[in-house]
């Protein structure tokens, strides 16, 4: 199982980018990245999913390198409504690795 | 489609009594998911079914605690007896893609 590493929190302010980076040294050839937003009060929602290089949606863009060891989540110009806990998971497309949550980053953007 | 529902919302119970949480899933996804999350502990993965059946109970926490879903639109988690120790927000969660999940608004339990 697919260890990740991310920081425990970060701030930024209205109207930046956010770069989240998750480690995941140990994955395996047949490992997904997928990240997930949790806001207080509800359960975790999904962002974004990749496998390798960059993906992008109406929400975020998700860079893997080459070698897949990290991945960065990125949001692009923040508001206020941003501000929660984004958890990056790695695993393979059976759903109880798929699904087994970390720490999470906890971030806080200011106006 | 209105999602996962979850119930109760809120329950405040006495230690030593038996609690159940509900959830039907989202209708057509084949893999239902229950979380646990605390401060001190985070999100915990207690047990997962694909299609009805239980893969991985592995999470769940001692045989106080247990799962059913006895079809695809139901599935039930029982503590019995409850303790203090148990208070906690119970998350639901179904899939159909097996990385992409949907969660309920979960269940706040306090055990007093």
């Known amino acids: 199982l697919a260890k990740t590493t991310q920081p425990i929190s970060m701030d930024s302010y209205e109207g930046q980018e956010v770069n989240i980076t998750c480690s995941h040294n140990n994955i395996a050839t047949n490992d997904y990245i997928t990240w997930y937003q949790q806001f207080p009060s509800q359960g975790p929602r999904f962002i974004i999913q990749?496998?390798?290089t960059k993906v992008t949606n109406e929400v975020a863009s998700l860079f893997i390198p080459a070698d897949r060891k990290s991945s960065t989540l990125s949001l692009p110009r923040v508001s206020l409504s941003d501000t929660a806990v984004y958890y990056c998971l790695v695993g393979a497309p059976n759903a109880g690795n798929m699904l087994t949550f970390g720490g999470g980053t906890r971030l806080m953007v200011k106006p | 489609d209105a999602g996962v529902i979850q119930s109760p919302r809120h329950e405040v119970t006495e230690m030593g009594q038996e609690v159940t949480l509900r959830c039907k899933p989202i209708?057509?996804?084949?893999?239902l998911f229950w979380y646990r999350q605390t401060m001190m502990r985070g999100l915990e993965l207690l047990i997962y079914f694909n299609n009805n059946v239980p893969i991985d109970d592995s999470g769940m926490p001692e045989d106080r605690f247990s799962a059913k879903m006895p079809n695809a639109s139901f599935s039930t988690l029982k503590i019995q007896p409850s303790e203090p120790r148990d208070s906690a927000v119970y998350f639901c969660?179904?899939?159909?893609?097996?990385?992409?999940?949907?969660f309920g608004q979960g269940t706040r339990l306090t055990v007093v």
């Open positions: 969660a179904s899939s159909s893609l097996l990385y992409e999940a949907f």
């Open positions: 990749g496998y390798k």
């Open positions: 209708s057509g996804h084949n893999s």
